[in-house]
Antibody, heavy 116, light 107 residues
Framework: QVQVQESGPGLVHPSETLSLTCNVAGGSISESQFWGWIRQPPGGGLEWIASIYSGGNKFYHPSVKGRATISQDRSKNQISLRLTSLTASDTAIYFC??????????WGHGTRVTVS | EIVLTQSPDTLSLSPGERATLSCRASQSVDNYLAWFRQRPGQPPSLLVYDTSKRATGVPARFAGSGSGTDYTLTITNLEPEDSAIYYCQQRNLWPRTFGQGTRVEVK
């Protein structure tokens, strides 16, 4: 059973850079066709941010393109997200998810990020 | 960007009843549509994918259908544990998009 665990700084200041890590246990990140980051603002819905495929292809939501970088480290079995020039609108719970049958599964429990 | 519009926003039903959730896309998603359930304080979990296929362990009470731009998730014989927010998501085009969610209350 693959387990996904996100980690991050919790509180970041406006204009700073956010670095999030997704640790995967119980399986190799290479076993998933892709990994993604999805965020959920307080009381809001889900917004896909970025995906990285096992072959290295990366895709970003237009709202964060140019500010976001998704990467994978097979030696650490980790997926990372870097988001620059933060504003209050980046405040959200950030979820990491693997892929199953080309859909987001399983999901981690998320890490809460507040920009203030 | 494909916009997914879910209706209704909220559904309040009693145990044993049937819930019908709708997801309408701004253009065809070619059956590349999934449904997720998010219980309070929990991450979303995949329920139905590719319009009508149930994910592992999902009971037959959950049924997906649809085509083109219109999709439906039907939950029969509602149980209190079905209380959650349900989201649809498409993977036909980039960027991947989610609907705004339908809150289902069972009491």
């Amino acid at each position: 059973q693959v387990q996904v665990q996100e980690s991050g700084p919790g509180l970041v200041h406006p204009s700073e850079t956010l670095s999030l890590t997704c640790n995967v246990a119980g399986g190799s990140i290479s076993e998933s066709q892709f990994w993604g980051w999805i965020r959920q603002p307080p009381g809001g819905g889900l917004e896909w941010i970025a995906s990285i495929y096992s072959g290295g292809n990366k895709f970003y939501h237009p709202s964060v393109k140019g500010r976001a970088t998704i990467s994978q480290d097979r030696s650490k079995n980790q997926i990372s997200l870097r988001l620059t020039s933060l504003t209050a609108s980046d405040t959200a719970i950030y979820f990491c998810a693997g892929s199953w049958m080309n859909w987001f599964a399983p999901w981690g429990h998320g890490t809460r990020v507040t920009v203030s | 960007e494909i916009v997914l519009t879910q209706s209704p926003d909220t559904l309040s039903l009693s145990p044993g009843e049937r819930a019908t959730l709708s997801c309408r896309a701004s253009q065809s998603v070619d059956n590349y549509l999934a449904w997720f359930r998010q219980r309070p304080g929990q991450p979303p979990s995949l329920l139905v994918y590719d319009t009508s296929k149930r994910a592992t362990g999902v009971p037959a009470r959950f049924a997906g259908s649809g085509s083109g731009t219109d999709y439906t998730l039907t939950i029969t014989n509602l149980e209190p544990e079905d209380s959650a927010i349900y989201y649809c998501q498409q993977r036909n085009l980039w960027p991947r998009t989610f609907g705004q969610g339908t809150r289902v209350e069972v009491k």
